[in-house]
């Protein structure tokens, strides 16, 4: 068994690594449901335009720098969000029976773990991909300032959880399964990387949907916060999108 401590220290350095490389790319997927979630705030029947009209757009308005707004305060909690989540997956696995159910299990309480981490990193992150012209400590302030600490750690919270807990489970699952499939097929320096490929692809796609949700509770600061529940912004999403405006935004995550 891996030692818990690597565990932890592979997950900081994995995690941090990863969203730097692939920062403009969640940048696009966050602005792509910023616009529609303000259309809806604002009543105008706004088209976003796509991934390229988003690029466009970002470029016309905030120049190369807004594809990367957030990204050092983002890496530094990603890397702190993946440690937990793997360290806590080590640790459950351990304590779970090795059976399937077990590994599920333990990929929850893990996706839980991870969740109450993400959620502050996650709303400072969108926050600012959202368009704020400050850097990341004036954010800070802002969002303390207009929506308290209740409003960091808190808002987006249950949305977070609902997305991370099943993310986990299919992300360990369907490591866990390639890697045993693809063991003996291909050198063993490659199993990390087409299992982590393919269990990448496999926990953001079942929970997409409620990734769309999030990003509209965690948009804004202020007054403007008070869009409603997760459930009443889900429906107001829907009543102008249709089901399309759930998975608006997913290509440029899944590139």
């Known amino acids: 068994a891996v030692p818990a401590a690597i565990s932890l220290a592979a997950g900081c350095l994995g995690g941090s690594i990863g969203v730097g490389v692939a920062y403009p790319l969640d940048t696009i997927k966050v602005k792509i449901q910023t616009y529609n979630s303000r259309s809806l705030a604002t009543g105008a029947d706004e088209d976003n335009g796509g991934a390229l009209g988003v690029v466009r757009r970002v470029l016309d308005e905030e ?62 992150k969108v926050v600012m991909q959202a368009g704020y012209a400050g850097g990341p400590g004036a954010c800070l302030k802002q969002i303390l300032a207009e929506d308290g600490l209740r409003g960091l750690l808190g808002r987006g919270l249950g949305a977070t959880l609902a997305r991370e807990i099943p993310a986990y489970f299919f992300y360990f699952g369907a490591y866990e399964v390639a890697s045993a499939q693809l063991a003996g097929l291909v050198p063993d320096a490659l199993l990390p990387l087409l299992g982590g490929a393919a269990a990448g692809a496999a926990s953001w796609v079942p929970v997409y949907p409620v990734d769309v949700v999030k990003t509209a509770l965690q948009a804004e600061t202020g007054p403007a916060a008070d869009g409603g529940s997760a459930l009443q912004v889900a429906r107001s999403l829907y009543e102008k999108g249709g089901v399309a405006i759930f998975w608006d935004g997913l290509t440029p995550k899944l590139a």
């Open 63 to 124: 120049g190369l720098e807004g594809f990367y707004a957030g990204v050092a305060p983002t890496m530094a909690g990603q890397a702190l969000i993946k440690g937990v989540v793997f360290f806590v997956y080590d640790l459950a696995k351990r304590v779970c029976a090795p059976t399937a159910a077990g590994v599920a299990l333990a990929s929850c309480v893990a996706g839980a773990a991870g969740g109450f981490v993400c959620t502050p990193v996650e709303r400072l």
